[in-house]
């Protein structure tokens, strides 16, 4: 070997060590650091000789010597050397992220989250080079209590240029935008939003009635039900999905984009690279659509009375507000949180329903006492039913539309969980589908039981804290109330009047197949009838 192989060894050696305890170190300036020391040192042999080619030849296995060396050691370093090798977990997820990114790839990644925790039998898994899912209730309030640092996962906001409310991580931004987006779900708001909601399942009720009993997708009809309110509650536009009049191929755009967006989430190389890459295909069209809807929004100013007259407005503590990249930004974030979160879980409840008859038929008695007590089915007569609750809290635990949960950092001084310390600058995750189903908080944690919540079996929720469905702290989904709302005035008006089966072309194979975690859930289509009650 020599002189300069030796170099690039020792440069090696040097970059390794100087980068390995930086927590998140820019993509951009390694990268042109890199290239400027290739240029530094090209120039440098070009100048001691006259041969072009061979200098090129000569450069190009110093390159490789290089990055061979470099990242020889980053694997050693990751695998035994790691803060976080005493941990449990597969060599392959502490090696590289691709692990994770190939379990969104696939839609299962909160299903491999829960089978490695099963596997290690372990609370606290290593699932990524500096991450860790922890599933211990002890981890909820440790982790997303107070400002707590968001977990790099989020660095995805990236990809449009511009970040919203879920993927902001910078809390002197995020905090203001938080308080104007939680202006828009205060209690009086829902006065205005209430009818349109009512107005909209009720046209859904419509639909389902001149199915005639025949076989339908209702995973369909429940997203064009949801993007109707979703496109009114928040835009001020008659979508006219539940009228047949239209853009069927919007939703088919926010699934690729969702696909899309957690694979490239779990590689945050790849995040600070995109912008400056063409954008793909699914991602212009998903969000140039929201971008429309956006700006026929702003036509209107703040008179009309919706989510966006809130964004639109300043914050009334900073006065600060979101600039047109934000709120494109924040417009995308309401189309997938405003509809895909929604649809699935009423779905898969719905599912239950049709399997379930002896729940079905509790729950039809319930709301039928109510019409009988001269009540109609409202937002707000539904809101205090009872059993209706329970089997909506029941779906929201079983059927999360964020399986994984949400990704958080460790503070710098890091932070004892269920008796372990965890170092700082860690992503870590509470994954919802492995807490939300284990069995020392929910007894028989994968049955559909919804006397847990109405306190006829006292020892189905042993631990509450537990039950984070929407998520916990300044990071849960501030649209909560609205998807409550919408959830249960659905279930209660479809029930009342029908009975739910399953189809003759539902098939549980290909239902559970088609059940992919993307870092948002997606769900196969739900062949059912729904049957006049007489």
């Not at 042109?32 to 040192?41: C, Q």
């Not at 399942?201 to 979703?230: A, H, P």
């Not at 007590?373 to 209706?388: A, W």
């Amino acid at each position: 070997m020599d002189v300069a192989m030796a170099t690039a060894v020792a440069v090696a050696i040097a970059a390794q060590l100087y980068i390995s305890p930086i927590p998140e170190i820019s993509t951009i300036k390694v990268l042109n650091t890199y290239f400027f020391a290739n240029a530094i040192v090209l120039t440098s042999i070009l100048l001691s000789s006259s041969k072009i080619i061979p200098s090129f030849a000569r450069i190009i296995i110093l390159n490789i010597i290089f990055l061979l060396t470099f990242i020889t050691l980053t694997l050693i370093r990751r695998l035994y050397f790691s803060p976080l090798s005493s941990f449990p977990g597969p060599k392959l997820a502490a090696l590289s992220n691709l692990y994770k990114a190939n379990a969104y790839r696939t839609g299962r990644g909160a299903k491999v989250l829960l089978e490695l925790h099963k596997k290690y039998n372990s609370d606290i898994v290593r699932v990524g080079p500096n991450e860790l899912s922890i599933r211990n209730v002890d981890a909820v309030e440790k982790i997303y209590k107070g400002k707590y640092p968001r977990g790099t996962f989020y660095e995805v906001g990236a990809i449009n240029g511009a970040y919203n409310l879920n993927t902001q991580r910078n809390y002197d931004i995020h905090t203001p935008w938080r308080r104007i987006w939680e202006r828009a779900f205060v209690s009086y708001e829902f006065k205005d939003y209430n009818p349109r909601v009512e107005y909209h399942v009720s046209k859904f009720i419509e639909v389902i009635r001149k199915t005639d009993g025949k076989e339908v997708n209702v995973e369909k009809l429940l997203e064009n039900l949801v993007f109707d309110i979703m496109a009114d509650l928040s835009f001020a536009h008659d979508a006219g999905m539940q009228d047949g009049k239209g853009d069927n191929e919007y939703m088919g755009f926010t699934h690729k984009y969702m696909f899309a967006v957690g694979v490239i989430a779990a590689l945050r190389p790849l995040c600070q690279l995109l912008p400056l890459l063409p954008e793909a295909a699914d991602v212009k069209d998903f969000r140039v659509r929201g971008e429309v809807l956006l700006a026929n929004r702003q036509k209107l100013g703040t008179s009309r009375k919706d989510i966006f007259s809130h964004l639109l407005s300043p914050d009334p503590i900073s006065s600060k507000i979101l600039n047109q990249k934000d709120l494109n930004s924040n417009a995308n974030l309401i189309v997938v949180a405003g509809s895909d979160t929604t649809i699935s879980t009423t779905t898969q409840i719905l599912r239950i329903l049709a399997k379930e008859k002896r729940v079905l038929k509790k729950l039809q008695d319930e709301i039928d006492r109510v019409v009988r007590e001269g009540k109609e089915l409202t937002v707000q007569t539904t809101t205090n039913s009872s059993y209706l609750n329970a089997v909506v809290n029941e779906g929201l635990r079983l059927c999360n539309p964020l399986p994984t949960g949400v990704y958080a950092g460790t503070y710098p001084q890091g932070v004892t969980v269920a008796g372990s310390f965890i170092p700082g600058n860690v992503q870590v995750m509470v994954p919802h589908l492995a807490l939300m189903t284990d069995e020392r908080y929910f007894p028989k944690g994968w049955e559909f039981i919804p006397e847990r919540w109405t306190g006829e079996w006292s020892e189905g929720v042993r631990e509450r804290r537990a039950f984070i469905p929407f998520g916990y702290g300044v990071h849960s989904c501030v649209g909560k109330q609205l998807a409550l709302n919408e959830m249960r005035l659905t279930i209660a008006m479809v029930v009342r009047e029908f009975d739910v089966m399953l189809g003759e072309s539902y098939d549980e194979e290909r239902w559970e197949a088609e059940w992919k975690d993307h870092a948002v859930l997606q769900i196969g289509k739900l062949w059912v009838h729904f049957v006049k009650r007489r």
